[in-house]
């Protein structure tokens, strides 16, 4: 070989490598998944950022006190109204929500949605749906109530998404008494109509004037690995509600695999962005299963709330997540401790409401540590 020909033979050698390493790089193979910011990489196209509109009018959460339950009230800006849960099957339960909703005057819940089956988010709903309170369109999970009478899904009138009756041939059935009766006073309304039943599904929004929630899961696939009532919390949806700038994360009983899923479907696609919350309510009561780290370092709530009841014996929150909630600086609220908390947003403001004395973990869990 000429020396010519080692030159030109060098040359390719280098060329190649280099085709090679720059190929590695703009498909993310690793060790070469990092971004050096100049743009060229596949699938890593950031969401253009909308610019923040204020809108006129308030939007306010209540995380209503209904003891070891969820029960949260959303009022919008442009007058409707959701209920999201309504904590156990307990006639003082049904009275504390009957008379939060007087006292504000509401008679309407235009969006009523029930995240999941337990019995400490859809054990009064029933009694909520059937008293004087107006119920328009309902949220919930792709679930059967054998019990009930009137099931949509059993009995064929079910609106179901293609998206999910082409994944699930049969969906999970659940037998408890208190989910049937939610079904059952749901679906026995005067005048009710099955395409207000709608299934809970990734990407599904509810848009009003300046506000917009949308669902991050349960995707139709995750509806396929539920296949036992054991599993049915992670049929929350992982929701975020989006006004004036403001974010706020709803989660339901969601546990770590939830969370996972919406890490894996939104984070490794390089939207990470669309997820830092202001406000997280804690997924399931602040159970050691949920608010995960690596959750909670995508997100990056600077506050927290935690729906949850005294002395309660499943002994929740657990001290994992508070320590983590803790450590992040990351300021949270017990219903436990701080009784009914109310979120105003309006304008640009964000701030809190409690009933009873602020009582902030972060502060004891400083004094402790």
């Given at each position: 070989m000429t020396k010519k020909q080692r030159k030109e033979f060098l040359s390719a050698i280098i060329l190649a490598v280099f085709l090679l390493l720059l190929a590695l790089y703009y498909f993310s193979v690793p060790p070469f998944d990092f971004d050096l910011g100049i743009g060229f990489k596949a699938n890593q196209a950031q969401p253009t950022k909308k610019p923040i509109v204020i809108a006129e009018g308030a939007l306010c959460v209540h995380f209503i006190d209904v003891g070891q339950g969820d029960c949260i009230l959303v009022t919008l800006p442009d007058g409707k109204n959701m209920m999201i849960d309504g904590g156990k099957r307990d006639s003082k339960i049904t009275a504390t929500i009957l008379d939060y909703l007087e006292e504000y005057g509401i008679e309407r819940l235009d969006y009523v949605m029930l995240t999941h089956a337990d019995e400490d988010h859809c054990g009064s709903l029933d009694d909520v749906i059937k008293s004087d309170v107006a119920c328009d369109e309902f949220y919930m999970p792709y679930l059967v109530a054998s019990k009930a009478q009137?099931?949509?899904?059993?009995?064929?009138?079910?609106?179901?998404?293609?998206?999910?009756?082409?994944?699930?041939?049969?969906?999970c059935e659940i037998d408890t008494d208190v989910f049937a009766s939610f079904v059952d006073a749901m679906t026995t309304e005067e005048g009710f109509a099955y395409e207000k039943v709608h299934y809970s599904l990734s990407g599904m929004t509810i848009e009003g004037e300046g506000y917009t929630f949308t669902l991050l899961s349960p995707s139709a696939l995750f509806y396929k690995k539920v296949t036992d009532s054991n599993a049915k919390n992670n049929l929350s949806p992982i929701m975020i509600l989006e006004f004036n700038g403001k974010r706020v994360m709803f989660t339901g009983d969601a546990e770590g695999i939830a969370e996972t899923y919406v890490l894996d479907s939104y984070v490794a696609n390089g939207f990470s962005d669309i997820i830092d919350v202001d406000v997280l309510k804690v997924g399931h009561h602040g159970s050691y299963s949920s608010c995960s780290q690596g959750f909670l370092n995508i997100i990056k709530p600077e506050y927290a709330v935690i729906s949850v009841g005294e002395g309660n014996t499943y002994k929740h929150?657990?001290?994992?997540?508070?320590q983590r909630l803790a450590a992040m600086s990351i300021t949270?609220?017990?219903?436990?401790?701080?009784?009914?908390?109310?979120?105003l947003i309006e304008g640009e403001g964000m701030t809190f409401d409690l009933?009873?004395?602020?009582?902030?973990?972060?502060e004891l869990y400083k004094r402790v540590a």
């Amino acid at each position: 070989m000429t020396k010519k020909q080692r030159k030109e033979f060098l040359s390719a050698i280098i060329l190649a490598v280099f085709l090679l390493l720059l190929a590695l790089y703009y498909f993310s193979v690793p060790p070469f998944d990092f971004d050096l910011g100049i743009g060229f990489k596949a699938n890593q196209a950031q969401p253009t950022k909308k610019p923040i509109v204020i809108a006129e009018g308030a939007l306010c959460v209540h995380f209503i006190d209904v003891g070891q339950g969820d029960c949260i009230l959303v009022t919008l800006p442009d007058g409707k109204n959701m209920m999201i849960d309504g904590g156990k099957r307990d006639s003082k339960i049904t009275a504390t929500i009957l008379d939060y909703l007087e006292e504000y005057g509401i008679e309407r819940l235009d969006y009523v949605m029930l995240t999941h089956a337990d019995e400490d988010h859809c054990g009064s709903l029933d009694d909520v749906i059937k008293s004087d309170v107006a119920c328009d369109e309902f949220y919930m999970p792709y679930l059967v109530a054998s019990k009930a009478q009137n099931d949509p899904i059993a009995n064929g009138n079910a609106i179901v998404p293609q998206e999910i009756s082409d994944a699930i041939a049969t969906p999970c059935e659940i037998d408890t008494d208190v989910f049937a009766s939610f079904v059952d006073a749901m679906t026995t309304e005067e005048g009710f109509a099955y395409e207000k039943v709608h299934y809970s599904l990734s990407g599904m929004t509810i848009e009003g004037e300046g506000y917009t929630f949308t669902l991050l899961s349960p995707s139709a696939l995750f509806y396929k690995k539920v296949t036992d009532s054991n599993a049915k919390n992670n049929l929350s949806p992982i929701m975020i509600l989006e006004f004036n700038g403001k974010r706020v994360m709803f989660t339901g009983d969601a546990e770590g695999i939830a969370e996972t899923y919406v890490l894996d479907s939104y984070v490794a696609n390089g939207f990470s962005d669309i997820i830092d919350v202001d406000v997280l309510k804690v997924g399931h009561h602040g159970s050691y299963s949920s608010c995960s780290q690596g959750f909670l370092n995508i997100i990056k709530p600077e506050y927290a709330v935690i729906s949850v009841g005294e002395g309660n014996t499943y002994k929740h929150p657990h001290s994992q997540p508070l320590q983590r909630l803790a450590a992040m600086s990351i300021t949270t609220y017990r219903t436990d401790h701080n009784g009914d908390i109310r979120l105003l947003i309006e304008g640009e403001g964000m701030t809190f409401d409690l009933q009873k004395t602020e009582v902030s973990f972060v502060e004891l869990y400083k004094r402790v540590a």
